[in-house]
Structure formats: C-alpha cells, structure tokens
C-alpha cells in the first residue's frame, strides 16, 4: 500500500471497460462520464440507466477480448468466477478496480469535490466508501470550500 499522495488520472480518450452491468457498475459508469474516457461496459444485461447513457455496451458474457485495449478496467460481477478470470487476465500495464476484492485493486475512487480553483478527494483505499462520501460532505457543509 502506497502512503503517498493521491493519484488523479487524466482519463480524456483513454479506453475504460466495467464488466458487469448492476448497480456498481451503473455508479462507475455514471462517475466516468465526465471523464472523456472511452467507456465500455460488458454485460449480459444492463441497468435501465445504463441502457441510457453514452456509453458502448457490449451484451455478453465476459472474455478476455473485452479488456484488451482498456487501460483502466473495473470488474462489478457478482460472479466470483468471473471477478477472478478477470483480473488474471489483465495485463501489467492495466489498472483493475475490483470492486468485489479490494486486495486484488491497484486503485481506488474517491469522494471527490471540484470547485475552479481546487480539488478535495478523500479515500477510505477501497475500506469504506461511502465513508469517504460522509466525510467528504461533512467538509463541505462545515467550510467554505
């Protein structure tokens, strides 16, 4: 576990694929949008929201093509077996969130909060996040940030 300072990507034109097509997928999906990430999710089935959004869908099963060109990949299966296939398959230049095992994660999302002049993240490294999303209001309600 890196103590350092946080790490914020620029994601503008880089390839990000979710496997799976739930909830957590949905939440990743929708946090990216803003990004000008190339975003595709794979799934046999989809979220009515996903459904909805600008984003590339692909309704299958998971293999390791999907994830081929992706630099950042998140795994939201609820399929142990596939969260596992998964993050065997990546390759050392890729980034996996694996939002089902955060020990097999080389990154986590933050809470974050931008105004023009400055940005806040917290992080909870995988432990909590909707902690992260408490503390992260707190501040807000509490300063002028």
């Not at 034109?13 to 909830?23: L, S």
């Not at 806040?120 to 909590?128: F, M, P, Q, V």
């Amino acid at each position: 576990m890196n103590d350092g300072y946080p790490l914020l990507l620029r994601l503008t034109d880089k390839n990000v694929t979710i496997i799976g097509g739930g909830k957590i997928a949905t939440r990743k999906a929708r946090g990216l949008l803003m990004t000008g990430a190339n975003i595709t999710v794979v799934a046999p089935s989809f979220t009515e929201e996903l459904q909805q959004m600008a984003v590339h869908r692909i309704q299958e099963k998971y293999h390791s093509s999907h994830i081929k060109t992706a630099f950042l990949i998140f795994c939201c299966t609820n399929d142990p077996a596939v969260n596992t296939k998964i993050t065997k398959d990546i390759a050392t230049h890729q980034l996996i969130n694996d939002c089902t095992d955060k020990s097999r994660s080389d990154f986590f999302n933050m809470a974050t909060f931008h105004q023009e002049d400055h940005l806040i993240a917290i992080s909870t490294s995988g432990e909590n996040p909707a902690r992260a999303t408490e503390i992260l209001q707190n501040l807000k309600h509490s300063a002028d940030i």
